[in-house]
C-alpha cells in the first residue's frame, strides 16, 4: 500500500487523495482499492462487500468471536478483546483462505488431467485441502450458498469454482461422503478470480470478522 503526504497537500492512498476516496466510494470499495491499487468493478465491488459481510461474525462458538467475548469478559478495553480474536484467526479459521488461494492458483494453471492427479493424491494422502469442510455444516455451507447466488444474479463467472467444483466431486468419489466447500474456500475463489495476492487472503477475513 502507498500512503503519501506532501506539504500543504491531503494524504493520498495509491496516488488518490484520502477525502475524494471518502467522497466517491463506499467502505467495501475502499478497502478493495487499498488492498489492491485498482478500483473495483461493479460486480466486483457487490461480491466484494458480501464477502465481508458474511465473515461479520458467526457465533460465541468460532475461534475468533469467542475469544474476544472471553477476553472482554476479563474486565478488559473494546480493543483487547479486538486484538485477542485476530491474534486467534489461524489456519483452520479463517487463515484458510490464503492456502486455499495458494492452491487454486496452482490448478488454474494446469489441465484437468494434472488437477485430478494432485487432488486424488491429497485426498488418497490425507492431506488437508484447505477450503473445505466445517464442522456444523456438514453437506452445505449457507454463506457459499449465498455467495454463489449473488454470483449467478449478478452474472459474475468464477473460473475457480470449476477447480472447487472437481474437488468437491472427488472428495465424493473418495470418500463416498460430502464434504463441502466452506465459507474460507469460497472466499478464496473469488479473490483468485479477482486476480487478488493470496498474502491478503486473511487480511480480508480480519476486516470483515
Not at 27 to 34: D, G, K, N, Y
Not at 77 to 89: D, F, K, Q, T, Y
Not at 97 to 125: D, G, V
Amino acid at each position: 500500500m502507498t500512503v503519501s503526504t506532501l506539504e500543504n497537500e491531503e494524504v493520498r492512498i495509491h496516488g488518490e487523495q484520502l477525502l475524494d476516496i471518502a467522497r466517491n466510494s463506499s467502505l467495501a470499495e475502499a478497502i478493495f482499492f487499498l488492498l489492491t491499487a485498482r478500483k473495483p468493478t461493479e460486480q466486483e465491488n457487490h461480491l466484494f462487500e458480501k464477502m465481508l459481510l458474511v465473515t461479520l461474525d458467526h457465533g460465541p462458538d468460532t475461534t475468533s468471536s469467542a475469544t474476544s467475548r472471553f477476553v472482554i469478559s476479563g474486565g478488559n478495553e473494546l480493543n483487547v478483546g479486538v486484538g485477542a480474536g485476530i491474534l486467534s484467526i489461524g489456519d483452520f479459521h479463517g487463515g484458510a483462505i490464503e492456502p486455499a488461494m495458494e492452491f487454486f492458483y496452482q490448478l488454474e494453471k494446469i489441465s484437468s488431467a494434472e488437477r485430478k492427479e494432485i487432488i486424488t493424491k491429497k485426498i488418497t494422502t490425507k492431506e488437508i485441502i484447505f477450503g473445505f469442510g466445517h464442522k456444523i455444516y456438514k453437506e452445505e455451507d449457507p454463506r457459499v450458498t449465498f455467495l454463489r447466488k449473488e454470483c449467478t444474479q449478478i452474472g459474475y463467472v468464477s473460473s475457480y469454482f470449476t477447480i472447487t467444483d472437481e474437488i468437491l466431486q472427488l472428495f465424493n468419489e473418495f470418500k463416498g461422503r460430502i464434504i463441502p466447500l466452506n465459507i474460507d474456500g469460497c472466499i478464496a475463489a473469488l479473490l483468485c478470480s479477482m486476480n487478488i495476492d493470496s498474502r491478503l487472503g486473511k487480511g480480508v477475513f480480519i476486516i470483515g470478522r
